[in-house]
């Protein structure tokens, strides 16, 4: 009897054919049915390759499932240092209205990371073209200046409407990873470069106006007053101000 070989899942291994032979007793003769084992294989080894096979990949998948996790932990984390705190307690809701998904949040980034608005964004699309639209500039806009960033991420703006969570996290993920300065504490390094709808006069005005609200509040001896806000710097990192 030939033995007949079957494929399952993902992975190898063998089930036999039942075969029927006839057998004698007493002049009656029966069919009865015999299962063959291919060569060299028997049943608990087959067994136990299928269960080791599982529990691989069972652990694969609960690897990937906590790796998610942590990406997306720290790309909030990188998002609530850039003040992007609206943003995130909109997350979840329906697609005209989470930021995650009209394109708002993007725009918004790449204003921040870039120092340059992203022109025509509509902030309350009323419908999912509007939304595209949103979608599209930004993506179009990554596609031109970040090339490191994976070409189909910025291709499929539809999986990013339906909410698709696992590749939104990822684009955000890759985009902090082509900002690799945002990242750093010295952010405020970048963000002196970025123009202001000031002049270096208004600045400058506005920077002492808020140095003396500050020393008005008694935070600093006179002769301790800061001369510019990078002197608050310090304080600020080390909690001291607040």
Same mark, same amino acid.
């Given at each position: 009897?030939?033995?007949?070989?079957?494929?399952?899942?993902?992975?190898?291994?063998?089930?036999?054919?039942?075969?029927?032979? /006839?057998?004698?007793?007493?002049?009656?003769?029966?069919?009865?049915?015999?299962?063959?084992?291919?060569?060299?294989?028997?049943?608990?080894?087959?067994?136990?390759?299928?269960?080791?096979?599982?529990?691989?990949?069972?652990?694969?998948?609960?690897?990937?499932?906590?790796?998610?996790?942590?990406?997306?932990?720290?790309?909030?984390?990188?998002?609530?240092?850039?003040?992007? !705190?609206?943003?995130?307690?909109?997350?979840? *809701?329906?697609?005209?209205?989470?930021?995650?998904?009209?394109?708002?949040?993007?725009?918004?980034?790449?204003?921040?990371?870039?120092?340059?608005?992203?022109?025509?964004?509509?902030?309350?699309?009323?419908?999912?073209?509007?939304?595209?639209? !949103?979608?599209?500039?930004?993506?179009?806009?990554?596609? *031109?200046?970040?090339?490191?960033?994976?070409?189909?991420?910025?291709?499929?703006?539809?999986?990013?409407?339906?909410?698709?969570?696992?590749?939104?996290?990822?684009?955000?993920?890759?985009?902090?990873?082509?900002? /690799?300065?945002?990242?750093?504490?010295?952010?405020?390094?970048?963000?002196?470069?970025?123009?202001?709808?000031?002049?270096?006069?208004?600045?400058?005005?506005?920077?002492?106006?808020?140095?003396?609200?500050?020393?008005?509040?008694?935070?600093?001896?006179?002769?301790?007053?800061?001369?510019?806000?990078?002197?608050?710097?310090?304080?600020?990192?080390?909690?001291?101000?607040?």
């Amino acid at each position: 009897s030939k033995t007949n070989l079957r494929r399952s899942g993902s992975f190898s291994h063998f089930v036999s054919a039942d075969a029927t032979s /006839p057998i004698s007793a007493g002049g009656h003769t029966e069919n009865v049915k015999t299962t063959m084992q291919p060569s060299g294989i028997r049943p608990q080894e087959t067994l136990s390759t299928v269960v080791s096979y599982l529990q691989r990949e069972n652990e694969v998948r609960d690897q990937e499932a906590e790796g998610r996790r942590e990406m997306e932990f720290k790309v909030k984390m990188w998002l609530h240092t850039l003040n992007m !705190n609206e943003h995130l307690l909109r997350e979840g *809701q329906d697609m005209l209205r989470d930021p995650f998904r009209n394109g708002v949040l993007l725009a918004d980034l790449i204003s921040i990371l870039e120092g340059k608005k992203i022109m025509r964004i509509v902030y309350t699309p009323k419908s999912i073209v509007s939304a595209r639209e !949103n979608l599209e500039k930004v993506l179009t806009f990554l596609r *031109q200046r970040k090339p490191q960033i994976p070409a189909e991420l910025l291709e499929q703006s539809d999986a990013i409407l339906r909410g698709e969570k696992s590749y939104i996290w990822m684009l955000l993920w890759c985009i902090m990873e082509a900002y /690799p300065f945002s990242q750093n504490e010295d952010l405020s390094i970048h963000l002196a470069k970025v123009k202001l709808p000031y002049s270096p006069q208004e600045i400058r005005r506005l920077e002492l106006s808020l140095i003396s609200w500050v020393y008005s509040l008694g935070v600093w001896n006179f002769n301790d007053i800061p001369n510019t806000i990078v002197d608050l710097e310090e304080d600020l990192k080390k909690g001291h101000l607040l």
